[in-house]
């Protein structure tokens, strides 16, 4: 696999409290799971939940899907606990909600290290405070995701949730701005469409739109419909080829353009085209 390029199409919140569910991410066609310790779970079960999420981390047996643990917000007695034992497990990230500064996002960072581990951080933005420093948490070493907290968000906002997502726009593209930015990935919130595949499909076609590179779930029956949209195009891999293909003749030629079906390519197209084939190539690869 690219070690540039990770998929992360579908990435599918588990509640640490259900073992089966957990079990069963073993055989589902998903990039990433996360093993939630907070919203999913209630709060006298959350020691338990953080004891069996971890166990779950170290018995492995994912395969090349990313396995992270949600740990709860800095603002609750559970957050310290949940990282410390988190970090111990290894997993492939964290996930830190309701991140509103660079620094909460740099304490957390520094608190991984501090316990003897590199573990990426996937801080979600999930506030109005947190939209409006989305670019300096992307910033911050030791991020490597933005995770879309919409749910939360528009609850904050006191906004109208409807199909078009209209009350969202402002802050799904300030964020995937961000996340390029700093070379960060960036994924759309989940949805509630759990029985409509269109209406999953066209939220998702929306997300892919605005540029994120995939969606975090929370069932396993809308992992179909989001791999369709964020996954490659086979005829878009097709022409990929072909345009790196163009391309470099064009450079072994000494030319600093190239033309195919009498379009004009420069090396942006190349550059997108190699990302293309690269991210199919990963997810053939898994």
């Not at 599918?12 to 310790?37: C, E, G």
């Not at 779950?56 to 917000?73: T, W």
């Not at 990230?93 to 500064?101: A, D, E, N, S, Y």
């Not at 581990?117 to 996937?122: N, S």
Request: proline share 5%.
């Amino acid at each position: 696999m690219n070690p540039q390029i990770r998929p992360r199409r579908s990435v599918l919140y588990m509640p640490a409290t259900n073992k089966r569910a957990m079990d069963k991410a073993r055989q589902l066609d998903v990039d990433a799971v996360i093993f939630d310790l907070e919203d999913a779970v209630a709060p006298e079960a959350r020691a338990e939940a953080r004891r069996q999420a971890c166990d779950q981390v170290r018995e492995g047996g994912y395969g090349s899907r990313e396995v992270l643990i949600r740990i709860n917000g800095t603002d609750t007695p559970w957050s310290d606990d949940d990282l410390v034992a988190a970090v111990a497990a290894r997993p492939d990230g964290i996930v830190l909600p309701k991140v509103g500064t660079a620094a909460s996002a740099a304490a957390c960072v520094a608190r991984i290290r501090e316990l003897g581990a590199d573990i990426p951080l996937w801080p979600m933005i999930e506030t109005p405070e947190g939209v409006s420093n989305v670019d300096e948490i992307a910033a911050v070493d030791g991020v490597a995701v933005l995770v879309m907290g919409t749910n939360d968000l528009i609850k904050e906002l006191r906004a109208i949730n409807t199909p078009d997502r209209h009350a969202l726009i402002y802050a799904l593209s300030r964020t995937v701005n961000a996340a390029r930015r700093y070379g960060r990935d960036a994924l759309d919130g989940v949805s509630q469409v759990l029985n409509d595949p269109e209406a999953l499909t066209a939220v998702c076609r929306q997300g892919r739109e605005l540029g994120f590179d995939g969606k975090t779930l929370v069932h396993p029956a809308q992992i179909g419909p989001t791999n369709a949209v964020f996954g490659p195009d086979e005829q878009a891999v097709e022409q990929a080829t072909r345009i790196i293909q163009a391309w470099e003749q064009a450079e072994a030629e000494g030319r600093g353009v190239a033309v195919l079906d009498g379009k004009m390519i420069e090396s942006l197209h190349a550059a997108e085209a190699r990302r293309l084939v690269a991210f199919d190539q990963a997810i053939k690869a898994r």
